[in-house]
């Protein structure tokens, strides 16, 4: 999976992702889940490191957001032989972006909290 984690793939989901994101950010998070055709993606920012987590539509590239993820779920499946359910990318002002993938199924249209999960799963690195 080193090769899938390319400078240039990233710099691209994180391109996409502040193109229509709040002017007062501190961070972003977007994240992508999918399992048995259904998919969901949602993204949040941050105004302050403690701030709580906003929800924000950048709809004028959501597609392109939706399509990259698409692409890298299967990416990660040719690579891996294995398909990713649940994924959280997180950037920072300085441009670091933070991407991790789980194996777990997460049922998209379940009443779950999917901020919490992506929350663990970035701080459990």
Request: aromatic content about 12%.
């Amino acid at each position: 999976m080193a090769k899938m984690h390319e400078r240039q793939i990233f710099q691209e989901l994180a391109t996409l992702i502040t193109s229509d994101s709040p002017t007062t950010w501190f961070s972003l998070i977007s994240i992508y889940l999918c399992h048995d055709g259904a998919m969901k993606l949602t993204h949040y920012f941050r105004e302050a490191p403690t701030s709580d987590w906003c929800s924000f539509d950048p709809s004028s590239v959501g597609f392109d957001i939706m399509d990259w993820w698409e692409n890298y779920h299967g990416l990660v499946k040719q690579a891996e032989g294995n398909e990713f359910k649940f994924a959280a990318a997180v950037l920072d002002r300085s441009g670091n972006l933070r991407l991790k993938l789980s194996y777990e199924i997460v049922d998209p249209l379940a009443g779950i909290d999917i901020l919490k999960m992506a929350e663990k799963l970035i701080n459990n690195s």
